[in-house]
Structure formats: C-alpha cells, structure tokens
C-alpha cells in the first residue's frame, strides 16, 4: 500500500506561481508512475501530468502543458508539480496519484489505485 501526502497549496494571485510537493510513504517501486490530478467544484477529476519513477517519462495535459512542470526525486520519493501563470480556472484540489498502469487510458482517474488527501489551490483575479 502506498500512501501519498500533497503539500504546497494556498491561495495565489492570478498570475503567480506554485509548487506542489507529494511524498510516498515507502520507496516505490520504480515501476510506479505518479501523477497529478485536479478537481473543481463541480467538476471531474481531470488529468494534469504524470511522470515514471525510472524513466522519467512524461506526460502533459494539452491544456496545461505551457503552464506546468512534473519533476521527481527518486532519493526523497517525492514528485513536484509547478504551475505557472496561475489563472482562476486553476483553482481546484489538487492530487497526486500513483500506479502500476501504462496504457492509453492514462489520464482516466480509475486507472489510478492509490491517491493522496489533496490539496486545495485557490487562485484569486
């Protein structure tokens, strides 16, 4: 079981920039490829970007791709999201998530088993 803890939330201004921070609970397996997920009010979870332990592969949102950055460091088990140029449709919970999955389906939030509490983004105009 791998638990996932999210950090770095808060409240922007509309322009501004954050990082979030996750950290496993336990050394995963470099097999694991961890992601970010967010949720609006009102709205699904969508996918935002992902990145595997080992290879470092990376994928983007389309969306959000000049906005964000996915990094890792594998030494501190821990995955980072920077958000750029942050807009009010930014504001959500964010996630972060891990799994074993690598397949087209990706970017579909039940492919994913194991996630963390989340962490609230409010960016204000």
């Known amino acids: 079981q791998v638990q996932l803890v999210e950090s770095g939330g808060g409240l922007v201004q509309a322009g501004g920039s954050l990082r979030l921070s996750c950290v496993a609970s336990?050394?995963?397996?470099?097999?694991?490829?961890m992601g970010w997920f967010r949720q609006a009010p009102g709205k699904e979870r969508e996918f935002v970007a992902s990145?595997?332990?080992?290879?470092?592969?990376?994928y983007y949102a389309d969306s959000l791709k000049d906005r964000i950055t996915i990094s890792r460091d594998n030494a501190k088990s821990a995955v980072y999201l920077q958000v750029n140029s942050l807009k009010p449709e930014d504001t959500a919970v964010y996630y972060c998530?891990?799994?074993?999955?690598?397949?087209?389906?990706?970017?579909?939030?039940?492919?994913?088993?194991?996630w963390g509490q989340g962490t609230q983004v409010t960016v204000s105009s």
């Open positions: 998530a891990a799994t074993y999955y690598i397949g087209p389906r990706y970017s579909e939030s039940g492919y994913w088993p194991y």
């Open positions: 336990k050394r995963t397996s470099s097999s694991y490829i």
């Open positions: 990145i595997r332990w080992s290879e470092g592969n990376i």
